[in-house]
């Protein structure tokens, strides 16, 4: 399985920017996706993630401003970010679980994971 992740950069805060995620060499036709991501000196979280019923679920601190969506088609997800804060630094890894359901958002573990994509929220 791979997981080819593309849109990180550089924002100023109050800005906006889009993740892809494209699943590649996988077999299955349903399971969930997300992202986690990892601050600087912090531990990696569960940020948002997506049913294979495209149930979105959202950690408290991104709900309102992130959105998830999938595109089955491409076999691509997106998580865009909107009114993007200095604390929303950090490495995003893109996520695929061999299961069709995320259950608990902090308690995820996923089966797959991207590279990393850094995005980095700066005036």
């Known amino acids: 399985v791979k997981l080819v992740e593309s849109g990180g950069g550089r924002v100023q805060p109050g800005g906006s920017r889009r993740l892809s995620c494209t699943v590649q060499?996988?077999?299955?036709?349903?399971?969930?996706m997300g992202w986690f991501r990892q601050a600087p000196g912090k531990e990696r979280e569960a940020v948002a993630g997506l049913d294979s019923d495209s149930t979105a679920l959202y950690a408290d601190p991104v709900k309102g401003r992130f959105t998830i969506s999938r595109d089955y088609s491409r076999n691509t997800a997106y998580l865009q970010m909107d009114r993007l804060r200095l604390e929303d630094t950090g490495t995003y890894y893109c996520?695929?679980?061999?299961?069709?359901?995320?259950?608990?958002?902090?308690?995820?573990?996923?089966?797959?994971w991207g590279q990393g994509a850094e995005v980095v929220v700066a005036s």
């Open positions: 996520v695929v679980d061999d299961g069709p359901f995320i259950g608990w958002l902090r308690l995820w573990k996923p089966t797959y």
């Open positions: 060499d996988y077999g299955r036709s349903r399971y969930a």
